[in-house]
């Protein structure tokens, strides 16, 4: 039972939708990221939120949009998606920035 | 920025023999080096980290090697399972902990009872 969840596991959606997808840590972490799992490539950072501030945007296109309204939650919403943003989303948490990271077990996201 | 080479991308082993994955980095500032493991299904674990004060550390039947002249650190498995079936992950950050964490590419490890 992993202190990250996420939800959904999957998610199937058009080019013109918008969906959110959500995490939770239950670890009293202070620090939340999101991270992109696509085939054959390394974890890419997205985002980074430290006491509940954004600390940093790795070049992330706009429409991706996290939100995170307390230490505990993060979002990621999404809209306007290409075909080539299918990939494994993951969330992960740490205590501080210089602490281990502990991932969700991820989205699956397809974009048809 | 720090850049970080997995070796080998696949790795077949005898269930009971002993695996061992590669991974080199650039940036010499780098202090921390944990490893995933990730099942399929799941989100990346983290099963071992080293920092750079230390050349290994120990975990039952998983070890992690640094080089920091090198610049190379290693996981070494023994007596393979068929639960260590599964792909690894190495990185490494000069920040510490997860700040900055860069990741190689991850090692499929197929145990072959």
Same mark, same amino acid.
């Given at each position: 039972?992993?202190?990250?969840?996420?939800?959904? /596991?999957?998610?199937?959606?058009?080019?013109? &939708?918008?969906?959110? !997808?959500?995490?939770?840590?239950?670890?009293?972490? &202070?620090?939340?990221?999101?991270?992109?799992?696509?085939?054959?490539?390394? !974890?890419?950072?997205?985002?980074?939120?430290?006491?509940?501030?954004?600390?940093? &945007? &790795?070049?992330?296109? *706009?429409?991706?949009?996290?939100?995170?309204?307390? *230490? *505990?939650?993060?979002? !990621?919403?999404?809209?306007?998606?290409?075909?080539?943003?299918?990939?494994?989303?993951?969330?992960?948490? *740490?205590?501080?920035? /210089?602490?281990?990271?502990?991932?969700?077990?991820?989205? /699956?996201?397809?974009?048809? | 920025? $720090?850049?970080?080479?997995?070796?080998?991308?696949?790795? #077949?082993?005898? $269930?009971?023999?002993?695996?061992?994955?590669?991974?080199?980095? #650039?940036?010499?500032?780098?202090?921390?080096?944990?490893?995933?493991?990730?099942?399929?299904?799941?989100?990346?674990?983290?099963?071992?980290?080293?920092? #750079?004060?230390?050349? $290994?550390?120990?975990?039952?039947?998983?070890?992690? =090697?640094?080089?920091? =002249?090198?610049?190379?650190?290693?996981?070494?498995?023994? $007596? =393979?399972?068929?639960?260590? #079936?599964?792909?690894?992950?190495?990185?490494? =950050?000069?920040?510490?902990?997860?700040?900055?964490?860069?990741?190689?590419?991850?090692?499929?490890?197929?145990?072959?009872?």
């Amino acid at each position: 039972e992993t202190g990250v969840t996420q939800t959904p /596991r999957h998610l199937v959606m058009g080019m013109t &939708n918008k969906k959110s !997808l959500k995490c939770e840590q239950h670890l009293g972490h &202070n620090a939340m990221y999101w991270y992109k799992q696509s085939a054959k490539k390394p !974890l890419e950072l997205m985002f980074v939120y430290s006491l509940e501030e954004r600390v940093e &945007n &790795n070049s992330v296109p *706009s429409r991706f949009s996290p939100e995170c309204p307390n *230490s *505990s939650h993060l979002f !990621l919403h999404l809209h306007t998606l290409q075909p080539e943003d299918s990939a494994l989303y993951l969330c992960a948490s *740490s205590q501080d920035r /210089r602490s281990p990271l502990h991932f969700g077990n991820g989205t /699956r996201l397809t974009v048809t | 920025g $720090e850049n970080v080479e997995q070796h080998p991308s696949t790795l #077949s082993v005898q $269930e009971g023999d002993s695996a061992v994955i590669k991974c080199t980095y #650039s940036d010499s500032a780098s202090n921390y080096f944990p490893w995933y493991k990730q099942e399929l299904g799941k989100g990346p674990q983290l099963i071992i980290d080293i920092r #750079s004060n230390v050349g $290994e550390k120990k975990d039952q039947r998983i070890a992690v =090697t640094l080089n920091k =002249t090198a610049k190379h650190f290693s996981l070494h498995i023994t $007596e =393979t399972q068929p639960e260590d #079936s599964a792909v690894y992950f190495c990185a490494a =950050t000069s920040g510490g902990g997860a700040d900055g964490l860069t990741f190689g590419k991850g090692t499929h490890l197929i145990i072959q009872p």
